[in-house]
């Protein structure tokens, strides 16, 4: 069974006032962080739109491929859809966001490691979070996803095995300037 690494990087960090994807986070662009954590997934892709080039020009990749999704403006499900395309020849993908720079390779392994249901999500302290790992049958589907909001509605009728993972990561995004600076 073959399973891929699929980062989130596509935004423009409106929230942020920039692309957040190389704010400095202690020397490094925050989306180092997560592209490293995912290097032990094979093969493995990021999703970039939003300034890509400068992106791509700036940021170590940890050997991840870059997909550029063109309609990155349309939100989260485009840039999956992408994501997911050039992943095709995988059972599962297992899935992080580019702007959370306390993802581990640990909490990345076991979510891969959790069994065989549909879907395997991280919790923290009971709370759904990143990474997820999506099996076929969800794959499957990814045309069906619109908007912003992910697999979040497809999981509502998968089986889903949720891994308690507090201790293993920090879930915690970046989407403001103050959130930076307080890590």
């Known amino acids: 069974m073959t399973t891929g690494g699929l980062i989130l990087a596509a935004g423009e960090g409106r929230r942020f006032g920039g692309t957040k994807q190389l704010a400095e986070l202690r020397g490094r662009p925050l989306l180092e962080y997560p592209l490293e954590a995912m290097s032990g997934v094979s093969p493995r892709v990021v999703v970039l739109g939003h300034a890509a080039d400068e992106i791509r020009a700036r940021v170590d990749l940890h050997g991840a491929s870059v997909v550029v999704c063109d309609d990155w403006a349309e939100g989260q499900a485009a840039s999956l859809r992408a994501g997911l395309a050039a992943l095709a020849g995988c059972d599962a993908v297992v899935v992080v966001l580019g702007d959370q720079p306390g993802i581990t390779p640990a909490a ?76």
């Open 108 to 183: 990345i392994e076991a979510v891969t490691a959790a069994g065989d249901a549909d879907a395997v999500r991280a919790v923290y302290d009971g709370t759904p979070g990143h990474p997820v790992l999506l099996r076929r049958p969800l794959l499957e589907r990814a045309g069906e996803l619109r908007g912003d909001t992910g697999f979040r509605d497809l999981l509502e009728s998968a089986t889903v095995r949720e891994v308690e993972l507090g201790g293993l990561a920090d879930p915690a995004d970046i989407d403001t300037r103050e959130e930076l600076a307080g890590r």
